[in-house]
C-alpha cells in the first residue's frame, strides 16, 4: 500500500533527522518573500535578501507595494535574479493590495483550491512556489514536491521516471492523513535526506532510507 510506504519513509527520515522546524520565517509575509527568492537560489542568499529587505525596514505590504522595482531589486540583489524576482514579489504584492485590501488575512480565508488557483494566476508564481506559500505561509494541509522528492520517489519505485508536479504532489497528498504539520516536517525531511544523501549521486550507504527497496538507475526525466 502507499500509504504504508509514505508512512514508513518518514517515520524511518524522522527517526534519523528529527524535526526540521520549517519554515525559518517570523511572519507569513516574510515566508512568502521567501517562497518567491528561493526559486534557483540557496537559502543563505535568501536570508542576506531578507535581512536587507529587513534592514531597509521594507518588508511589510505597504512598502513593497510603494517601492519601484529597480529599488526593490538592488535589496533582494543577494538571491540572484534580482530583476526577475522583484517583478514577481510585486506582481504577488499588487494582487495582494488591489485585489484583497492589502490583507494576507483575506487571502487566507479562502478555501485551499480557490486560494490555490489565485497564487498560480499570478505571473511568476509556479505551482511548488504556489504551495510552499499555500503549507508555510497559510498553514493550509497541501503538500509541496520539488526535485529532491522526485528524485527520492523515484528511486524507490514510488512513481514512474516521468511523473509531472501534479502527479507526484498527489501521490503524497493523496496518500497520507490532511494534516498541514506532517505536509510541513515530511517536505522539510525530503529536503534534508535529498541534500545529505539522495544527491544526483547517491550516497545510499548509512541513508536513513538504505533498508528499503530503492533503484539508483531510476531517474526523474
Ligand atoms: S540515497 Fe539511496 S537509500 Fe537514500 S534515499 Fe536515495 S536512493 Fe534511497
Redesign the pocket.
Known amino acids: 500500500m502507499t500509504g504504508d510506504k509514505l508512512t514508513e519513509i518518514y517515520e524511518l527520515l524522522y527517526e534519523y533527522f528529527g524535526p526540521q522546524h520549517w519554515w525559518p520565517g517570523q511572519s507569513a509575509l516574510e515566508i512568502i518573500v521567501g517562497a518567491v527568492l528561493t526559486q534557483n537560489a540557496n537559502w543563505g542568499n535568501v536570508e542576506k535578501a531578507i535581512n536587507n529587505l529587513k534592514a531597509a525596514k521594507s518588508l511589510s505590504t505597504e512598502r513593497l507595494y510603494n517601492m519601484d522595482i529597480p529599488e526593490l531589486a538592488q535589496l533582494i540583489r543577494p538571491a540572484g535574479y534580482y530583476n526577475l524576482k522583484a517583478g514577481r514579489l510585486k506582481n504577488f504584492i499588487n494582487c495582494l493590495v488591489e485585489d484583497f485590501n492589502g490583507e494576507l488575512c483575506a487571502l487566507r480565508k479562502l478555501d485551499t483550491e480557490r486560494l490555490r488557483e489565485k497564487l498560480l494566476s499570478i505571473k511568476g508564481i509556479g505551482p511548488e512556489t504556489a504551495d510552499s506559500i499555500l503549507l508555510y505561509a497559510f498553514e493550509k494541509p497541501v503538500f509541496v514536491v520539488d526535485a529532491y522528492t522526485a ?2 520517489a523515484t ?2 519505485g514510488l512513481i514512474e521516471p516521468a511523473a509531472d508536479y501534479e502527479t507526484l504532489r498527489d501521490l503524497f497528498q493523496s496518500n497520507l492523513p490532511q494534516e498541514t504539520q506532517l505536509f510541513n516536517e515530511y517536505h522539510a525531511l525530503l529536503v534534508r ?2 541534500k545529505e ?3 544526483p549521486r ?3 550507504v548509512g ?4 533498508k ?1 527497496p ?3 538507475q531510476a531517474e526523474n526525466l
Do not use: A, M, Q, Y
Not at 207 to 210: A, I, K, Q, S, V
Open positions: 528524485r527520492i528511486r524507490h535526506v535529498g544523501f539522495c544527491r547517491p550516497k545510499c541513508c536513513p532510507l538504505e528499503l530503492h533503484d539508483t
